[in-house]
T-cell receptor, first 111, second 116 residues
């Protein structure tokens, strides 16, 4: 089956940079996605990596290393509104291309 | 990005009643929709995969007679919680996969179900 590991909680201050790591185990890896979810809301798509390297979208970047079964989400210039849960999700042929979500990382941004 | 709607956003019902939740892809066709359940501070738990024109595929431990899923068209899937009980109270979220690719999934805003 598929499994993902990510930290349960990360805290940082406004303006800082934070990295949320995600390691996964799966067969037939296809891609790794990141989602943001605010309390009471639904997940929103942030990024997707199918190939090794860094994908940058504004203040958010996502990195993937397929050989290490590892990825991370990098958030720069943190703002209070970035306080949310962040989920990594793996897509694989072993999982019938149905995303399997990690348990989520709660990011708390302090003033 | 693509838009997925869910209705209702919030529902409170009495124990024993049935509740239907609709999930619509508004600007794209989705052969596959997913239904998730999420408890507070927890991850999304996949309940079932809904395929247009065929029976849904339920995850292990999810009662298919309890959670009825119908995917009658390329833009609509419904989840009916039958004979709801307080333990069914949860946040239900649907998502739709764009026909164009395996890697694109769009979430609805979710439905908060409270069973009294």
């Amino acid at each position: 089956g598929q499994s993902l590991e990510q930290p349960s909680e990360v805290t940082a201050v406004e303006g800082a940079i934070v990295q949320i790591n995600c390691t996964y185990q799966t067969s037939g890896f296809y891609g790794l996605s990141w989602y943001q979810q605010h309390d009471g809301g639904a997940p929103t798509f942030l990024s997707y990596n199918a190939l090794d390297g860094l994908e940058e979208t504004g203040r958010f970047s996502s990195f993937l290393s397929r050989s290490d079964s590892y990825g991370y989400l990098l958030l720069q210039e943190l703002q209070m509104k970035d306080s949310a849960s962040y989920f990594c999700a793996v897509l694989s042929s072993g999982g019938s291309y149905i995303p399997t979500f990690g348990r989520g990382t709660s990011l708390i941004v302090h003033p | 990005g693509a838009v997925v709607s869910q209705h209702p956003s919030r529902v409170i019902c009495k124990s024993g009643t049935s509740v239907k939740i609709e999930c619509r892809s508004l600007d794209f066709q989705a052969t596959t929709m997913f239904w998730y359940r999420q408890f507070p501070k927890k991850s999304l738990m996949l309940m079932a995969t809904s395929n247009e024109g065929s029976k849904a595929t339920y995850e292990q431990g999810v009662e298919k007679d309890k959670f009825l899923i119908n995917h009658a068209s390329l833009t609509l899937s419904t989840l009916t919680v039958t004979s709801a009980h307080p333990e069914d109270s949860s946040f239900y979220i649907c998502s739709a996969r764009d026909l164009a690719g395996k890697d694109t999934q769009y979430f609805g805003p979710g439905t908060r179900l409270t069973v009294l």
